[in-house]
C-alpha cells in the first residue's frame, strides 16, 4: 500500500490516548504544532514529485513511560523534570503519521503483549508466528520488556527494532562478547543490534542514526517582529529545575550577567522561591512550552551553567532569535569523568553544555566560552548585547527536514537482510582490479563508478576514503575533511585495496576482532582488518593506530543524508 501525506492530525491525538501528565504534555505539543507540520508535508511531498512510498506497520512502544519500568518522568512533568524525551516522542509520533504510515502506540506492557499477539498471562511466551509489523519503534526500557514477553523470537525479529536512545550507543558496547571481554559492559548496551539502529537526539557519532526532534519555524513577519522588540538586556538562564542552578562558582558570573542585563528564570517551585536563585531573578517559574517561546522571543541572551547536556531548549532560543551563551568544558565530560554519562554506553567527549549548538551552528548564534574566566566571560556579554543576530533555525530541526530523514530511513535502511562481505569470496566480475580511484581533491579517494558497484544505502557514489592521524577517530577525520564517516561504507574499504590506495606499508594483515579495525601501525607496520561488521566503529579510536575512514559528503543542514541519498 502507499502511504499518503496526512495533514490532518486528530486521529493521531485520540490514538496518544490520556491518564498521563507526560502524555498531555506530547498531545499539547502535537496541537501546538500541527500547522508546521501540515505545511512541512506538503512541501515536502513536492519535493519527492509525490514519488510512491511504501507505508509501513509500525508499533511505536514507549518503554519509559510505561508503570513497569516505574515511569519516573511523567510526575515531574509539571515539576522542572526532563522534557526532552517527551518533545522527542511527541515529534516521532508525529512525523511517522504524517508520513503516512499505519501507526500503533503502546505505553504499557499489556498494550505491547496485545499488539505483538502475546496473549496475557503468559508474559514468556515467545511469539511463533511472523512479527504483525515492519517497524518497531522503543527505547532501552522497552527492549527490555520485549526479551521478556516474546522470548527467544526477539532475536529472530530484533532487526525490525528502532531504539530511541538520547545519547547513542557507540559499537563497541554494543557488542555483547566484545562488551564483555574489553570492559565496555554497561546497563544499557550490549544487544548486538547494527548500530545504526539505535536512533539519537542529536547527530552525536554517526555509528548510530541521527533521529532528532523539531524546533518551531518562524515566518518572515514573526522574524521581523522579533528583531524590532528584542529587549537587548534581557537574559534568561537555562535550567528549569533548582539542582540546575548548583553550579560552582555560579553566584560570581551571575553577579557579572546582573551588572549589565536583567535576569529571567523558568525554575520550577512549590510555594517559596528556592534559594539558590538569586533575588534578582526574575522567575517565572515553570512555563508552558508557548510561554517560554514568548518569553524568549524578548530575550537577548540564552545562558547555560552546564547542565541539562544536549536538550531541545538551546535551539528554541536561538530559533527565537536568543544567542545562547554555554561553557567550555575543559577537560571535556564523558562516561569516565562525570557521574551524568556513567554507565551510558559511549566514550564520547562532550566539549560543553551543547556540542551540536557549538560545533554544528557557532557564533554569533551560539558562544562557547570558559566560566572561570571572568574577563572573557564578562567581554562575551558585552559582545552578545553589541550584536544583532537573526533567528536560526539548522534545516534538520524544521518539520520538513525530519520528515525528510525519517522518510529515508524508513524507505532505505534495512537491517533483515545480512550483507555480503566484501569483495565476494569467489571474485566476481564487481570485483576486478582496485575500485579506488583518486578525485581531484587530491587526499581524496573514492569509488569508481563503473556501473558494476553493489547497491547500498547511502549509494557508494557518496565513498571518500581518508586516513585518520594516530589517536584520531574516523568521526573526527572525516570532519576535518568537511565530510561524515559513514558506518555503511566500512565493509567497502575494510580490505587490503583500501590499504594500497592508501599507500599503507603492512607487513601482515590481521583480521582481528577490534572495535579500531579497520587500522594501521606506521611505526610497526602492522595492518589490521575488522572480522565482525558488527565492530565497524566510526567512533573508536587508539594513540597506536592511524584508522582506515569511509566518509561520505552530505547536505547542508541535513547531515543525516548524502547529496543522492534522497
Ligand atoms: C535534556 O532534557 P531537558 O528536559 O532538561 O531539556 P531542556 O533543554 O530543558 O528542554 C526540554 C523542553 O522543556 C521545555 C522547552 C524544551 O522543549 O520548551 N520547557 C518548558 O516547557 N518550560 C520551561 O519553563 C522550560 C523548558 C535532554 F533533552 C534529555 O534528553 C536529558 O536527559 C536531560 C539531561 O541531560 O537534558
Not at 548510530?208 to 522588540?229: A, C, D, H, P, Y
Not at 522567575?283 to 524578548?298: F, I, M, S, V
Not at 565482525?532 to 547531515?559: E, T
Request: glycine share 6%; hydrophobic share 35%; net charge positive.
Amino acid at each position: 500500500r502507499q502511504a499518503a501525506f496526512r495533514t490532518d492530525l486528530s486521529s493521531l491525538l485520540e490514538q496518544v490516548g490520556t491518564g498521563k501528565e507526560s502524555l498531555s504534555f506530547m498531545k499539547r505539543r502535537i496541537r501546538r504544532l500541527a500547522a508546521q507540520w501540515s505545511t512541512a508535508a506538503q512541501r515536502l511531498d513536492s519535493k519527492l514529485h509525490r514519488r510512491w512510498r511504501e507505508q509501513k506497520k509500525i508499533l511505536v512502544h514507549v518503554g519509559f513511560l510505561t508503570e513497569e519500568s516505574g515511569d519516573v518522568f511523567s510526575p515531574k512533568v509539571l515539576k522542572g523534570g526532563p522534557l526532552g524525551e517527551m518533545v522527542q516522542w511527541a515529534d516521532i509520533l508525529t512525523a511517522l503519521y504524517v508520513l503516512g504510515h499505519n501507526l500503533k502506540i503502546s505505553v504499557s506492557v499489556k498494550e505491547l503483549q496485545g499488539f505483538l499477539g502475546v496473549p496475557p498471562g503468559r508474559g514468556s511466551c515467545p511469539l511463533t508466528g511472523p512479527l504483525p509489523f515492519d517497524l518497531i519503534y522503543t527505547d532501552y526500557h522497552g527492549l527490555q520488556q520485549m526479551r521478556q514477553h516474546m522470548g527467544l523470537s526477539l532475536r529472530r525479529h530484533k532487526c525490525h527494532i528502532r531504539v530511541i536512545d538520547t545519547f547513542g550507543t557507540e559499537p563497541a558496547y554494543n557488542h555483547e562478547e566484545y562488551a564483555t571481554l574489553h570492559g565496555y559492559r554497561t546497563n544499557w548496551g550490549y544487544w548486538n543490534l547494527n548500530s545504526r539502529q539505535y536512533m539519537t537526539m542529536f547527530p552525536h557519532t554517526p555509528d548510530n542514526s541521527f533521529m532528532g526532534f523539531v524546533t518551531e519555524e518562524l515566518n518572515s513577519t514573526e522574524k521581523r517582529s522579533i528583531q524590532l522588540n528584542k529587549v537587548r538586556n534581557m537574559a534568561v538562564v537555562y535550567g528549569k529545575e533548582v539542582s540546575m542552578w548548583k553550579l560552582q562558582g555560579k553566584e560570581r558570573f551571575l553577579q557579572i550577567l546582573h551588572r549589565y542585563m536583567e535576569v529571567h528564570g523558568t525554575v520550577y517551585y512549590e510555594t517559596q522561591r528556592p534559594p539558590e536563585v538569586p533575588a534578582f531573578v526574575k522567575n517565572h517559574g515553570l512555563l508552558p512550552q508557548h510561554e517560554l517561546q514568548t518569553l524568549l522571543r524578548r530575550a537577548k541572551l540564552f545562558i547555560g551553567f552546564g547542565f541539562p547536556y544536549e536538550g531541545p531548549a538551546p535551539l528554541e532560543a536561538i530559533a527565537n532569535g536568543c544567542v545562547f551563551l554555554q561553557p567550555k568544558f575543559h577537560p571535556p565530560h564523558s562516561s569516565l569523568n562525570h557521574e551524568f554519562f556513567r554507565g551510558k554506553p559511549t566514550s564520547r567527549e562532550v566539549s560543553s553544555q551543547h556540542p551540536y549548538a557549538e560545533q554544528y551552528i557557532g557564533p554569533p548564534h551560539v558562544i562557547t566560552v570558559d566560566f572561570n574566566n571572568s574577563d572573557e566571560f564578562e567581554s562575551s556579554v558585552r559582545e552578545i548585547m553589541r550584536s544583532q543576530v537573526e533567528p536560526y533555525l539548522p534545516y534538520e530541526y524544521t518539520c520538513e527536514g525530519m520528515l525528510e530523514r525519517v522518510h529515508a530511513y524508513i524507505q532505505h535502511q534495512e537491517f533483515c537482510i545480512p550483507e555480503a562481505p566484501f569483495p565476494p569470496a569467489n571474485g566476481s566480475r564487481a570485483w576486478q582490479g582496485n575500485p579506488f580511484v583518486r578525485l581531484p581533491n587530491s587526499t581524496l579517494l573514492g569509488w569508481a563508478a563503473n556501473g558494476s558497484a553493489p547497491s547500498c544505502w547511502p549509494p557508494l557514489s557518496a565513498l571518500r576514503l581518508l586516513e585518520s592521524a594516530e589517536g584520531q577517530s574516523c568521526v573526527d577525520a572525516c570532519r576535518g575533511a568537511d565530510l561524515v564517516c559513514e558506518p555503511a561504507f566500512f565493509r567497502f574499504v575494510n580490505n587490503k585495496e583500501a590499504l594500497v590506495r592508501l599507500e599503507v606499508q603492512c607487513e601482515a594483515v590481521e583480521s582481528e576482532m577490534n572495535h579500531i579495525f579497520p587500522a594501521f601501525s606506521v611505526q610497526r607496520r602492522e595492518c589490521g582488518l575488522q572480522k565482525d561488521p558488527l565492530l565497524f566503529s566510526c567512533a573508536g579510536l587508539s594513540p597506536k593506530y592511524r584508522r582506515v575512514c569511509p566518509c561520505r559528503d552530505f547536505r547542508r543542514g541535513q547531515v543525516a543524508l548524502c547529496r543522492d541519498c534522497l
